[in-house]
């Protein structure tokens, strides 16, 4: 079972690097980091761990890292990785304990998350733990119309099936596409890379566009939430291979309410 916590704390001024995107680094506020463990819950007590325990951990050892990383004006995605095996090490004192992931989000649309998902050694004569895994997640909108039709049904049939939706018109969206993806150690300019891939195989392609009319790929392919989360992920997965980074998923939400996920075995 997996519990997470989610630890507030205040950075001061936070500045930039020279020469690296500003999403990359943290910014003078308050902070926001959400920590995930694995365990089974106490008989008894029915926690996995006490709550108070990870936050005065996060106190302890990944706040002051964050500070002293960032006035020394270094990436996150070079002190992350350390503050989760500081992390780690400070938790695991439980032996039923094992850190599963850190996370904090950079700005309302950028995520980092470092993943430590193999079982880790508690003795320093046992094999040295593994690097851990740098995953983030860009969200951007796009607004599209499209009709969702089926050409070998009756016009009743689909009236019945897709509803207001089936519109001979169209009817239009704001769509919102998460995209996340593994970088490895020491990136920079991830968060870049993927703005770049984003631009040129979503935004040039479907935005501001009337998917079923203006766009070859769903000419013959209904667009579904479902099958333009799809169709986002395999042109992102190239783009994204091609700037050294895996592409892990899509998530594109149609409203508030609906989103679709691709691929799910990544999730």
Known sequence: MFLTRVTKFFLHEMAPSEGSSPACDLLETWIELETTVHGSPDAQTGYILDISQIDRAVFETVAPMLAASSAQHR???????TAAN??????ESEKHIRLHSIALDLS???????????????????????????????????????????????????????GKCNNPNGHGHNYRIEVRC?????????FDAVD????????????????????????K????????????????EAAL???????????????????AIYPATQF
Do not use: W
Not at 76 to 81: G, K, R, S, V
């Open 75 to 81: 990436s996150i995605f070079h002190t992350l990785p």
């Open 86 to 91: 500081a992390l780690a090490h400070s938790l």
């Open 108 to 162: 309302p649309t950028k995520r980092i998350q470092c993943l430590l998902t193999e079982t880790r050694p508690h003795s320093p004569l046992c094999t040295p733990m593994p690097q851990p895994t740098i995953e983030i997640t860009a969200s951007y909108e796009f607004a599209a119309s499209h009709r969702l039709h089926c050409a070998d049904r009756s016009d009743e049939e689909n009236r019945r099936i897709f």
């Open 182 to 190: 593994a970088v490895p150690m020491g990136s920079t300019g991830a």
């Open 196 to 219: 770049a891939a984003v631009e040129n195989e979503i935004m040039r392609r479907f935005d501001h566009r009337h998917l079923n009319l203006d766009c070859p790929e769903f000419a």
């Open 221 to 236: 392919l209904n667009p579904s939430v479902e099958n333009i989360a799809k169709i986002c992920f395999e042109y992102l």
């Open 241 to 259: 291979a091609n700037a050294g980074l895996q592409a892990r998923c899509v998530r594109v939400h149609e409203t508030p309410k609906t989103s």
